[in-house]
T-cell receptor, first 114, second 115 residues
Framework: AQSVAQPEDQVNVAEGNPLTVKCTYSVSGNPYLFWYVQYPNRGLQFLLK??????LVKGSYGFEAEFNKSQTSFHLKKPSALVSDSALYFCAVGERNAGNMLTFGGGTRLMVKP | ETGVTQTPRHLVMGMTNKKSLKCEQHLGHNAMYWYKQSAKKPLELMFVYSLEERVENNSVPSRFSPECPNSSHLFLHLHTLQPEDSALYLC??????????????FGPGTRLTVL
């Protein structure tokens, strides 16, 4: 069985400061990992994904995430937060070549204050 | 979001009504999904249609009934709903390649209120 955990319900950060949104996962085999963002009253938007290759993945809007196999983590990061980054962020995991659907985390609300 | 469209965007219905939610994807994908998103709850996968296969979450009540007439269209038929079914219903699509479900593209959702 696969699972994903987002340990923080909410992350608060000041504008201009770096931000990190945490995600840890559990799969039997090789994972593929995703980050999505959801703005109020909208669907989820794809931000970035890790399949194979470079552990540092760059995505939309200046976000990046680092795949860490030993810590089974895939934290989302951004060097300088914007107020407009305030939204709900979801991590998702799947197992490569296993035919399993993605499992989503519970979401983390990011609040960026001016 | 124009890749996946959902109608209606908002729906208010009584417990005895029958209504349907519609989803259409313009991305050429071969898998479509229905999710339920309630306040303070994780995304709940309800149904998946992929390559003519249907997968369902066994915890979804029978008052929700999906229909997928082709790879571009997905419906969710609703009947005798309960107030706790009020939620945002999200449709998504993705391309399934050799068993791997790739990134999903979501529609804007239908905000459902059951009175």
């Amino acid at each position: 069985a696969q699972s994903v955990a987002q340990p923080e319900d909410q992350v608060n950060v000041a504008e201009g400061n770096p931000l990190t949104v945490k995600c840890t996962y559990s799969v039997s085999g090789n994972p593929y990992l995703f980050w999505y963002v959801q703005y109020p009253n909208r669907g989820l938007q794809f931000l970035l994904k890790y399949i194979t290759g470079d552990n540092l993945v760059k995505g939309s809007y200046g976000f990046e995430a680092e795949f860490n196999k030993s810590q089974t983590s895939f934290h989302l990061k951004k060097p300088s937060a914007l107020v407009s980054d305030s939204a709900l962020y979801f991590c998702a995991v799947g197992e490569r070549n296993a035919g399993n659907m993605l499992t989503f985390g519970g979401g983390t609300r990011l609040m960026v204050k001016p | 979001e124009t890749g996946v469209t959902q109608t209606p965007r908002h729906l208010v219905m009584g417990m005895t009504n029958k209504k349907s939610l519609k989803c259409e994807q313009h991305l050429g994908h071969n898998a479509m999904y229905w999710y339920k998103q309630s306040a303070k709850k994780p995304l709940e996968l309800m149904f998946v249609y992929s390559l003519e296969e249907r997968v369902e979450n066994n915890s979804v009540p029978s008052r929700f009934s999906p229909e997928c007439p082709n790879s571009s269209h997905l419906f969710l038929h609703l009947h005798t709903l309960q107030p706790e079914d009020s939620a945002l219903y999200l449709c998504a699509s993705s391309q399934r390649v050799r068993g791997n479900y790739n990134e999903q593209f979501f529609g804007p959702g239908t905000r459902l209120t059951v009175l």
